[in-house]
């Protein structure tokens, strides 16, 4: 795991998730993270660019995180997006023009992947989209799948 000097950015409105996201990457020596409440927050947010990676909520209170990722490839395309979710809900291909989300993944598939998979993209590794049918209990990474979650 890499100690990023540039920051990680949560942005999620679960205050309990945003602890046990924040513990578990001190943990994994992941340390830098900071995180907004809501969409309102990063917009009034300044240097935007100093995140090596965001990790936004799929829903959050007013927003979708659908719409905060729209809003970074406008102001910081060349920084990428994880998406994460607590619901079940595949990624849908009509997002396919959101070039910087690089991964979307359930919080239900445990704190050590998704921080694990944070830390992989704040390092710019390349991988396919991941994403995790619960639904089934179907583990999708699989290389038939061509779906990677570590």
């Keep these: 795991m890499g100690d990023s000097v540039q920051p990680i950015c949560l942005i999620d409105d679960d205050l309990i998730f945003g602890e046990s996201f924040r513990r578990q990457s001190q943990k994994l020596m992941l340390k830098n993270v900071e995180t ?5 927050e990063v917009r009034k947010a ?6 090596s990676c965001f990790v936004v909520d799929y829903d959050l ?28 809900r595949p990624w849908d291909e009509q997002h396919d023009d959101l070039e910087n989300v690089k991964a979307f993944v359930s919080k239900w598939s445990g704190l050590n992947t998704v921080v694990t998979l944070v ?25 038939s799948h061509g779906i990677y979650l570590p």
């Design 36 to 40: 907004f409440n809501n969409f309102e």
């Design 46 to 51: 300044k240097n935007l660019e100093r995140y």
């Design 61 to 88: 209170e007013d927003e979708t995180g659908i719409e905060v990722a729209k809003f970074l490839q406008e102001k910081v395309p060349f920084v990428p997006v994880v998406i994460v979710s607590a619901t079940n």
């Design 119 to 143: 830390d992989l993209v704040a390092e710019g590794k390349e991988f396919p989209m991941m994403v995790r049918d619960f639904s089934k209990n179907n583990d999708l990474t699989n290389s």
